[in-house]
């Protein structure tokens, strides 16, 4: 799954990445660890390659997940007899990498998230992938959604391996217990709070004992939230930031809704109790949460913990404002991508191996491995028909929308995050009457992280290099 900064805070930090710093910053900030890098850096397995063309590729998954990797690179080893792909996985690669590429010595190949893609971009620390074009790959290859995650002006940066697109998943037997049908959800905000109210179970002693939905639980992705109120924290446009428009504001108003309704304490109290699964799904998986927001992963994490077959769910769009209704799904989207560092030994070589990851029967390998649904701009019928996730067909959906969103495209993307996470904290914890005047103070902090940044570019005598720009054709808006 993609790490969306697991933790039990009510409002953890919506985002995490490699911070706003300029490119002389970021050399300079991590030259005087690039001997450490030496010493404590990953160390390759020297796979047998023979005569082969090694590549070394370093990837942040673990467990089932780096399995399903591992898959594919070994039908690239045995496909032909010219490269050996050496796979090696990795705990903070986004940090590692960086010293890698600023020491001289990078992989051939990297596995990152897309929201640091702005930052290794903007630093001229990765090679662009449009070779790929001469294996057939361009724009077109992808979901809709995808597109914007890796193309940018004309330029594709980087391929994905595996999306995850967030739907609302729901315990159908809670669903159908409160007289509603399991196939047919609400649409609507509306609709949606009077269904948490009839599925939500508050004890004789007002404590909550079973809650009908929680935006902070798990609390992933808390930056998204205005979306399904057609709302963005950043216009790519203009380059300005968007934090406190009406759609945001109405949002995070209903954000605050929840503690207001049930109270902060019992919230806390509920969030807070001890019970027998430990892992971050465990008031959905035990019956205390009927919905809950998530990735195309939880199904195989539903098998894993309660056995196959246990758990019956559903997943669907996320509701939305009532003027939204009849539109194309709303959701947040990340990926997991594909990158060649710049300094990477041959890169022809590894363009190769990116271009095998992208054909249809590598690409459905890896992400039903992952129970994930395809980046690609169609699936094939086996591969739904037979994949872990019973209801990825909806999670494709949402990557073939033209709604679906995620972070701001900026490489202060970090920076932004934690100013959101401290306004959204005090949202939450009812240290103001409204959304409104927290989302005042992010925006001005906002502001002031943006007009650094441009005052960095300026004293390079660098343009704004995303400003204006269409990300998957590249023409200007």
């Keep these: 799954m993609n790490d969306p900064g697991v933790g039990d805070a009510p409002v953890p930090d919506p985002g995490s990445g490699l911070g706003a710093v300029s490119r002389r910053a970021a050399l300079w900030g991590i030259a005087g660890t690039a001997v450490g890098y030496a010493a404590f850096g990953p160390k390759p397995r020297r796979a047998g390659a023979g005569d082969r063309i090694r590549l070394d590729y370093w990837e942040k998954w673990t467990g089932h997940e780096a399995d399903a990797m591992k898959r594919?690179?070994?039908?690239?080893?045995?496909?032909?007899?010219?490269?050996?792909?050496?796979?090696?996985?990795?705990?903070?690669?986004?940090?590692k990498a960086t010293i890698a590429i600023a020491s001289g010595d990078p992989p051939d190949i990297l596995g990152l998230w897309?929201?640091?893609?702005?930052?290794?971009?903007?630093?001229?620390?990765?090679?662009?992938?449009?070779?790929l074009r001469s294996y057939g790959i361009d724009a077109s290859h992808y979901a809709e959604a995808i597109r914007p995650l890796v193309f940018r002006g004309g330029s594709q940066l980087a391929a994905p391996s595996t999306p995850s697109s967030i739907l609302l998943y729901y315990d159908r037997r809670?669903?159908?217990?409160?007289?509603?049908?399991?196939?047919?959800?609400?649409?609507?905000?509306?609709?949606?709070?009077?269904?948490?109210?009839?599925?939500?179970?508050?004890?004789?002693?007002?404590?909550?004992?079973?809650?009908?939905?929680?935006?902070?639980?798990?609390?992933?992705?808390?930056?998204c939230w205005g979306g399904f109120w057609n709302g963005r924290l950043y216009d790519e446009r203009t380059g300005e930031a968007t934090i406190d428009s009406a759609a945001n504001i109405a949002a995070y108003d209903w954000f605050q809704s929840f503690p207001k309704r049930w109270g902060l304490d019992r919230l806390r109290a509920f969030q807070g109790a001890p019970v027998d699964n430990p892992s971050p799904y465990r008031n959905f998986?035990?019956?205390?949460?009927?919905?809950?927001?998530?990735?195309?992963?939880?199904?195989?994490?539903?098998?894993?913990e309660l056995g196959p077959g246990v758990f019956d769910y559903g997943a669907c769009p996320f509701p939305v404002a009532p003027e939204l209704e009849n539109e194309p799904p709303f959701g947040p989207i990340e990926a997991d991508i594909l990158v060649i560092p710049r300094g990477a030994r041959n890169p022809e070589?590894?363009?190769?191996?990116?271009?095998?990851t992208q054909q249809p029967e590598n690409i459905e390998l890896l992400n039903a491995g992952h129970a994930k649904p395809s980046p690609l701009a169609?699936?094939?019928?086996?591969?739904?028909?037979?994949?872990?996730?019973?209801?990825?067909?909806?999670?494709?959906?949402?990557?073939?929308?033209?709604?679906?969103?995620?972070?701001?495209?900026?490489?202060?993307?970090?920076?932004?995050?934690?100013?959101?996470?401290?306004?959204?904290?005090?949202?939450?914890?009812?240290?103001?009457?409204?959304?409104?005047?927290?989302?005042?103070?992010?925006?001005?902090?906002?502001?002031?992280?943006?007009?650094?940044?441009?005052?960095?570019?300026?004293?390079?005598?660098?343009?704004?290099?995303?400003?204006?720009?269409?990300?998957?054709?590249?023409?200007?808006?």
Aim: proline letters at 8%; one cysteine or more.
């Design 174 to 223: 809670i669903v159908a217990d409160a007289g509603y049908d399991p196939d047919r959800m609400p649409r609507t905000i509306p609709e949606f709070d009077e269904f948490i109210e009839r599925t939500t179970i508050i004890g004789p002693d007002g404590d909550v004992e079973r809650a009908g939905f929680l935006p902070t639980d798990p609390g992933w992705w808390s930056w």
């Design 114 to 131: 897309n929201r640091n893609l702005p930052f290794f971009d903007q630093c001229g620390a990765i090679e662009p992938l449009d070779g």
């Design 285 to 304: 998986f035990t019956g205390r949460l009927a919905t809950t927001v998530q990735g195309p992963w939880l199904p195989m994490f539903m098998d894993m």
């Design 378 to 477: 169609t699936s094939s019928e086996s591969f739904r028909r037979d994949h872990p996730n019973s209801v990825v067909e909806a999670h494709e959906a949402l990557l073939r929308s033209p709604n679906a969103y995620t972070t701001p495209w900026i490489s202060s993307w970090q920076e932004l995050a934690m100013a959101l996470g401290a306004g959204l904290d005090t949202i939450w914890n009812l240290r103001s009457e409204s959304a409104r005047g927290p989302l005042a103070e992010v925006q001005r902090e906002a502001e002031a992280i943006l007009a650094r940044a441009a005052d960095r570019r300026g004293r390079r005598g660098q343009p704004d290099p995303w400003l204006g720009i269409e990300p998957a054709t590249g023409g200007a808006t």
């Design 349 to 356: 070589a590894s363009l190769e191996f990116i271009a095998f």
């Design 72 to 95: 594919v690179v070994d039908r690239f080893n045995e496909s032909q007899d010219r490269i050996f792909v050496n796979y090696l996985t990795m705990g903070g690669i986004d940090r």
